[in-house]
């Protein structure tokens, strides 16, 4: 007997549209979860944005915060003006818009920061509490009594302290202590009575760049592999190396030219100058001679070849004819200017022998 396919029955249908009646709601809830977490994170991601940016412009601008009127306000347009957000930074949040309230302690005289988000969609309970536990430090967020809470009931803040009128339904973020303490960066400019901002605390690699601009540049030391141009130096200390080139003067005001060893001066076009070898002679490099048309004086002069003149020999110095004289040789002048020479230790004039003549007469001679 053939059995008849009759399908599906309604009963089996019926049972297919239930499971379904319980499981879309179930998808459609998880999908709605992960696009909130999403939402929620990526809201986090921001809000650390400005957050960050909030605590940098306050630790670089304490000194000027604290003379100033507190509670003082700021919101993002500030913070872009400034150059601590991108220009290009959104400047809401889910619609809602960050506004940061300033204040000082009154018990430690620091400063405190309190930022909520207004405007805009307000968030559900979940909505507020996840965002806050994934900003991070001070995350929080406004509660149905307006005020500032924590993530985790960890902290509490009174907006109106900052200045700041916050809705229900906003995140939160609050700045104090440690983390409103002055930037670790080099600052560009100035603060009064704060030079440590302007002073560096370990050695910057410039990676082979130039310092351009220098005013003056002051320091202990200074080590350079490379040369060195400058148009003028000044130096109150000692100069060390291998060799100077100068294209102008050397010029000593109040000390010598000093060298070592069997070293002096030499002129290295023509290969002439002066040195000492020992304790008792000043020597002409390469034998070069002396050239002047002013004097040359000493105690004596000698010349081991013969001895020129272009002009005269003058004898300054007279001797007397017969009178003793050391050591044979010597050549000198008489009173008249007659050459005498030094002869077995007499001086005696030119061409004779010297003469003496006795004359005698009654009672006396001479």
């Not at 080099?186 to 605390?201: A, V």
């Not at 304790?279 to 490099?285: A, D, E, F, G, K």
Request: proline share 2%.
């Amino acid at each position: 007997m053939k059995k008849t396919d009759k399908g599906v029955s309604l009963l089996e249908v019926l049972l297919v549209i239930g499971i379904m009646v319980m499981v879309i709601p179930k998808v459609y809830e998880n999908i709605e979860n992960h696009l909130n977490n999403v939402r929620w994170q990526n809201a986090a991601e921001h809000a650390n944005t400005y957050n960050t940016a909030v605590r940098n412009y306050v630790a670089d601008n304490a000194s000027t915060l604290l003379a100033g009127s507190l509670p003082k306000t700021i919101t993002p347009a500030t913070l872009i003006q400034k150059g601590y957000l991108k220009s290009g930074f959104s400047e809401s949040n889910f619609g809602q818009s960050y506004i940061t309230g300033i204040a000082k302690n009154s018990k430690t005289s620091r400063l405190e920061a309190l930022t909520c988000s207004n405007g805009g969609q307000s968030l559900s309970e979940a909505g507020m509490r996840s965002v806050a536990s994934m900003i991070e430090g001070l995350g929080g967020y406004i509660n149905s009594s307006k005020q500032a809470i924590g993530a985790g009931g960890g902290w509490s803040d009174t907006p109106s302290n900052y200045g700041l009128n916050c809705a229900t339904g906003h995140i939160a973020m609050a700045l104090v202590g440690a983390d409103l303490q002055e930037s670790d960066r080099l600052y560009r400019y100035s603060i009064t009575n704060r030079p440590d901002l302007n002073r560096m605390h370990t050695a910057i690699d410039m990676n082979s760049n130039n310092l351009n601009n220098v005013g003056t540049l002051n320091g202990n030391a200074a080590a350079l592999s490379g040369d060195i141009s400058a148009r003028n130096g000044t130096f109150s200390g000692a100069i060390s190396g291998n060799t100077a080139t100068t294209n102008g003067d050397i010029t000593s005001n109040n000390g010598w030219l000093v060298t070592k060893n069997s070293k002096g001066w030499m002129n290295s076009t023509y290969g002439g100058g002066w040195y000492m070898s020992d304790s008792s002679w000043l020597r002409s490099v390469n034998n070069k001679g002396i050239y002047t048309g002013g004097q040359v004086k000493g105690g004596t002069v000698r010349a081991d070849g013969r001895l020129y003149t272009g002009e005269y020999l003058q004898l300054e110095k007279t001797a007397t004819a017969g009178a003793s004289c050391s050591p044979n040789g010597l050549v000198g002048r008489d009173s008249t200017g007659a050459i005498l020479s030094c002869q077995s230790g007499v001086w005696r004039t030119l061409g004779g022998k010297l003469g003496i003549t006795q004359h005698c007469g009654a009672g006396e001679w001479w």
